[in-house]
């Protein structure tokens, strides 16, 4: 992965960046203000030395009135310079932030209703690089380098005629000093942008590290890994520090030699200028004057090496977030849903399902299967790992599609089904419920955004979670951590069927609700399920067969498949894999 993102990292098809046309459209007014703005700055820059030369030329004259209008002139271009500068700044920056702020909402706006199944191709943290890396790189293409290369063009090409009006003689000598200022900075360039990509991965890797440590930090200090992590981070940082010093001793030397060749060339020009003054065959403003305009061509000419070297990076950054923009989802809406009738009935059928993660297309994790859930009823799924118990409800909430078969809700195929529709039906309670790093009301409000405060109480108090929230130093404004890491196992639970609560959807699809808990806690977050699922159609997944003891059916799945279907009663009296489960957990008194 890292070496496709190396090889990704610049693209050489600088017309990629038309990508960012759809975004930079809406704001055209900015673009022609920028670039009115823009024109008037060159052009000044490229008058003033003319003024230069005016100025100069007018010492000898005698005349005091002509030598102040020419001052006044050039104070009024220097005026005009700094007008044209500071707006074309706030427009083509606002312009930068504008269109990265809406590059960054779309690309998270996309990511965000992608299906899981996206993600098993496409890592997490190379989605946040795109987000956050990529969209930094086009901001200063948009926000700077776009507009300075465009100054600089105008630069060059303006400077270079007016150079030649005013002495071919010496603009001749010029163009033989250009090449020689530009070759070190392509060479130095191209090495100087490699190691900069360099420096840039080696502090990508640095902070992905410390990212590691610190999402770990209770693993790392129980296993004593504290003295080993600082080494490793330490010899990361130390490779990003040799990187940098890398690029700054390239920079360092590439800068000494540009600057000993401009001044250099500056005083060889300024020598044979001088014997021309002297031989009256220019004027000491005109030399003045070309000597300013071969500064300002052979400067711009030498960034725009350096420039393009950024597009071409922002073109890369470009074709990434493009990629992501355009990028299929294996799960979409129809173009047509049906619209599912209100109320909800809650009856659920899987009807001949086969499903195959993308991931694993050589195994089956459901093979054929066929069962109906009734409306109201409690249906549990037990059977040993990996027999496909959780990927019935991954595909229950689309996560996934079935590659054979159906599953339909009252009656309607998921697939004819907005996401969004028959989604705001159900409510999951994760083995691993997320708790959110806000406060605990906000994460129970999180199941219905638009809840009152008494909602939000009324539902902790249904989960058994409002005795411990009150206990918490703050109450329900109390601020939970990252990941919920002020709460035990047992109330993040209680705070997940608390927000399961607060829904109020027809279908309840809970898995593992009860894992990992003492008894305590198992206990209390059973009652709270129990009330939970009063009135609704409750699909259960658990390991744990005294949890569901209570389910109208008990559906044992075995590789892929339904092994058997019945009450806890009549599985353990038929004997199979329920009662050799049910024996070795009450036995071993695990239940």
Known sequence: MAENLEQRATSKKVGA??????FIRPYRGMVIVAGLALCLTATVSLVLPMAVRRVVDSFGAGDVTLLDKYFGAALMIAALLALGTGIRYYFVTRLGERVVTDIRRALFNRVLGM??????????????SRITTDTTLILSVIGSSVSVALRNML???????LMGLTSLKLMGLVLLIVPAIIIPIVTLGRRLRRQSRDNQDAIAHSSGMASEALLAVQTV???????????????????????ALTRISTRAVMTMIVIFLVFGGVVGVLWIGARDVRDGTLTPGELVQFVIYAVLVAGAAGSLSEIWGELQRAAGATERLVEM???SDPVSDPSAPVALLRPVRGEITLDNVTFFYPARPEFAALNGVSLTVAPGETVALVGPSGAGKSSILQLLMRFYDPQGGAILLDGHDLRSLART????????VPQDPVIFAASALENIRFGRPDATEAEVIAAAEAASAHGFITALPQGYATYLGERGVMLSGGQKQRIAIARAILRDARVLLLDEATSALDAESERDVQAAVDRLAQGRTVIVVAHR????KRANRIVVLDQGGIDAIGSHDALVGAGGLYARLAKLQFTDGAA
């Open 421 to 428: 529709d028959f989604r705001a039906a159900m409510a999951l």
């Open 325 to 327: 923009l355009d990028a």
């Open 545 to 548: 067969l005294a949890t569901v």
């Open 115 to 128: 299906s899981p199944a996206y993600f098993e191709k496409l890592l997490t943290g190379e989605v946040l």
């Open 17 to 22: 960046l038309g990508g960012l046309w759809p």
């Open 221 to 243: 200090q129980s296993f004593t890994h504290e003295d080993r992590t600082r080494a490793e981070f330490g010899q990361i940082n130390e490779q990003s520090f040799t990187a």
């Open 155 to 161: 630069t060059v090409l303006g400077g270079l005629v």
